[in-house]
C-alpha cells in the first residue's frame, strides 16, 4: 500500500530541456506538504463532427503538466534551487566558518530549470524537465509556507533516468522559518534607510511572484504516439508580476489612504531570522523591494462592537534607481539567504 510516509521529492538542475538528469544523490530532497497534480493530464477533446447523434470518439489532446509543489519554508533545502531558478541568478559568499550568504537577484528571463522526482511508494514519477514560473509565501500555524508553480515536459512512470530515489537525502528536517520571527519594515522609498523605526506587525502576509509563462504546444517533427504532445520549454510572454498582501489589526498605527491617492512609492524589507548556525551566524531568508505602489486598501468593519483590521494590497515596481538603504536593487525585488550551502543554488 502506498502511503505519504513513503513519498520522496526530489530535485536537480537539468540543462537541456526533456532530458532528464540523476536526482538520486545526497541533500537533493525537499520535504513538502502537498504536490498536486504531478501527473501528465491531457485535456479530453470530443470529436465535434456533423453525422455524430451522439458523442462518439475523445481523443485525448494537449498534455497538461504543471504541478504545484508546497511546503513549509526551511532554511537550508533544496527548495532555493526552485527559487534560483524562478528569480534567476545567486551568488554564493562566504561569511565565516561554514555559512555563507546566497543573494539571488532578479533576471529578466531566466533559462533554468530541473529534473523533478516523486517517489509515491510504488514507482518514480519523473519530469525530466520543469520550469518554475512563480511562487506563493504565506503562513500557515505560525510557520511560512511555500507554493511553488511551474510546466513541465511530461511525466513518466516508465523509461525513466531515475528509477530509483534511495540515495535521495535531505539537508534538514527541521528547521521550519517561524512566522513570528518575522520583521516587516516599509517607508517611502525617497526616505533614509530602513530601519527598527519602520517596523509594522502584520498579522498575515502574502508575497505572490508570477513569470507570464505558457506551455508550448508546437509541431513536434515525431510519429503519432511517440511524443506528439510533449510541452517544449515554456518562454516569458509579458511583465512578471508581484503583488503583497498584508493584513494590519491595528489600521490606525500608519495611514497607508494617503499612499494610495498620493500614489506614494514604499521600500520594504521581510526578514525571517533563525537559530544561530554553527559558525554564530543566524539562518535568515530576506526579501528585499525597492518599489511598491499602495494598490488597494479595504477595512474589516463587520457588525458588533469589533476591532477594524486594515488589509492593504501593493503592487511591485522596477524602480528607478536603487533606494537608499537598497545598493544594487532596482528589479523587483532580491531574496537573500543566509545557511551552510557553499555552492550557488543555481549551480
Known sequence: MAVTGSVIVALAKASTWSSATSV???????LLLD???????????????????YKE????????????LEGFLRFTNDHWKLFAQLIGDDSATIISGTEYTHVLDMVDDPALFSTVCLYDGVTVR????????????????????FQIRGIGDTVLVASQTN??????????????????????????QSAAALDSTHNI?????????????????LAGAVADGSGEFLTLEPQQDGSPTLEITMELPEYTAVTYAEDLNDETVKKMTVAIDGPTA???????????????????????????????????KLEGLMAQAAPTGMTGITKLFRLAVVDQVSNPYDT
Open 163 to 188: 528509477t530509483t530515489l534511495g540515495s535521495v537525502t535531505y539537508r534538514t528536517k527541521t528547521l521550519r522559518a517561524a512566522y513570528g520571527a518575522t520583521t516587516v519594515r516599509i517607508n517611502d
Open 35 to 53: 504536490a498536486p497534480d504531478f501527473l501528465s493530464k491531457p485535456d479530453a477533446v470530443p470529436d465535434e463532427s456533423m453525422g455524430f447523434f
Open 278 to 312: 554553527a559558525a554564530s551566524n543566524s539562518y535568515s531568508a530576506t526579501l528585499s523591494f525597492p518599489a511598491l505602489r499602495v494598490t488597494d486598501i479595504t477595512y474589516g468593519m463587520g457588525p458588533g462592537n469589533r476591532r477594524i483590521v486594515e488589509t492593504l
Open 126 to 145: 519523473e519530469i525530466p524537465s520543469y520550469k518554475p514560473n512563480g511562487f506563493t509565501l504565506n503562513q500557515q500555524d505560525g510557520f511560512w509556507k
Open 57 to 68: 470518439y475523445l481523443d485525448a489532446g494537449y498534455r497538461v503538466v504543471a504541478p504545484t
Open 201 to 217: 506587525y502584520p498579522r498575515s502576509m502574502e508575497i505572490v511572484f508570477q513569470r507570464p509563462h505558457n506551455p508550448e504546444h
Open 24 to 30: 538520486n544523490s545526497a541533500n537533493a530532497g525537499i
